[in-house]
């Protein structure tokens, strides 16, 4: 595929390979538009659709991640590949990915940008990062990302970020549970590397059973989700990767695993 806001490049790491979309328009500071959103829902079904990828790196050049939504473009398909959805669409896609997704945030998370960071499994912020929900100032409300962002920050706190649309440091986003790990920018490579390191020594079935079960029972009670819980274990113990791993439990030896 060709992208025209993006880069998307693949690594191969011990277990299998690391995948990186990188948001690439600098100039906007990555502002996120329909082009951009239709782009990462093509990623993120390419992703899904590759045995070989064990997690999706998200992070933006030029020294930001996100500063937004692209005001000048808030409707519309974009032109280039064929429309999958909306930014709607793309956080949903994010919280249901059966491959896990790591925000590498560096620079402005603002808006839409935030949003994303919320719809990741993990995100890792370099220490000068910047977070915030601007759009109260130009007479906007931040009304998708509430949907993910209210799975993660408390209400009282989330509705100060909405309200007054205050910037915040990364330290107060590692507060509200925004943030998994604050680390100092020139280690930030790093950090991300190993997290994405231990993911793709863990066995991809186990992953994509859990993550889709996380997320459908997020959107459940209590009586209706843990029967859809009992069940998708029972799924996943018949697997080839879980006969596996209690194999090599038993065995005293390191699983491996072939995704099946």
Same mark, same amino acid.
């Given at each position: 595929?060709?992208?025209?806001?993006? %880069?998307?490049?693949?690594?191969?790491?011990?277990?299998?390979?690391?995948?990186?979309?990188?948001?690439?328009?600098? /100039?906007?500071?990555?502002?996120?538009?329909?082009?951009?959103?239709?782009?990462? !829902?093509?990623?993120?079904?390419?992703?899904? &659709?590759?045995?070989?990828?064990?997690?999706?790196?998200?992070?933006?050049?030029?020294?930001?991640?996100?500063?937004?939504?692209?005001?000048?473009?808030?409707?519309?398909?974009? &032109?280039?590949?064929?429309?999958? =959805?909306?930014?709607?669409?793309?956080?949903?896609?994010?919280?249901?990915?059966?491959?896990?997704?790591?925000?590498?945030?560096?620079?402005?998370?603002?808006?839409?940008?935030?949003?994303?960071?919320?719809?990741?499994?993990? @995100?890792?912020?370099?220490? &000068?990062?910047?977070?915030? %929900?601007?759009?109260?100032?130009?007479?906007?409300?931040?009304?998708?990302?509430?949907?993910?962002?209210?799975?993660?920050?408390?209400?009282?706190?989330?509705? /100060?970020?909405? !309200?007054? =649309?205050?910037?915040?440091?990364?330290?107060? =986003?590692?507060?509200?549970?925004?943030?998994?790990?604050?680390?100092?920018?020139?280690?930030? &490579?790093?950090?991300?590397?190993?997290?994405? @390191?231990?993911? @793709?020594?863990?066995?991809?079935?186990?992953?994509?059973?859990?993550?889709?079960?996380?997320?459908?029972?997020?959107?459940?009670?209590?009586?209706?989700? !843990?029967?859809?819980?009992?069940?998708? !274990?029972? /799924?996943?113990?018949?697997?080839?990767?879980?006969?596996?791993?209690?194999?090599?439990?038993?065995?005293?030896?390191?699983?491996?695993?072939?995704?099946?």
């Amino acid at each position: 595929m060709s992208f025209r806001t993006l %880069t998307y490049e693949a690594r191969a790491v011990e277990g299998g390979t690391i995948a990186t979309a990188t948001l690439n328009v600098p /100039e906007k500071r990555n502002a996120i538009g329909p082009e951009m959103a239709n782009e990462l !829902l093509h990623v993120l079904a390419s992703v899904a &659709d590759d045995p070989e990828v064990r997690a999706l790196v998200l992070t933006g050049a030029g020294g930001h991640f996100c500063a937004g939504g692209n005001i000048g473009q808030m409707s519309g398909e974009g &032109d280039g590949l064929d429309f999958k =959805g909306d930014y709607a669409d793309l956080l949903l896609a994010m919280v249901r990915s059966p491959k896990p997704i790591v925000a590498k945030v560096r620079g402005y998370a603002m808006g839409g940008g935030l949003g994303l960071v919320a719809a990741s499994h993990f @995100a890792l912020a370099a220490d &000068d990062a910047v977070l915030g %929900t601007p759009e109260i100032h130009r007479g906007l409300f931040p009304m998708m990302i509430m949907a993910v962002l209210s799975r993660i920050v408390p209400r009282r706190p989330l509705l /100060e970020m909405m !309200l007054l =649309g205050q910037k915040m440091t990364a330290a107060d =986003g590692l507060r509200l549970d925004l943030l998994n790990r604050v680390v100092p920018g020139d280690a930030l &490579d790093a950090a991300v590397d190993a997290v994405t @390191a231990e993911l @793709a020594a863990r066995s991809p079935t186990a992953m994509a059973h859990g993550l889709r079960a996380w997320a459908r029972q997020g959107d459940m009670a209590m009586e209706r989700s !843990l029967p859809m819980l009992r069940d998708a !274990l029972a /799924e996943l113990l018949v697997t080839d990767d879980a006969r596996e791993g209690v194999s090599a439990f038993l065995q005293k030896r390191k699983p491996v695993w072939t995704g099946k």
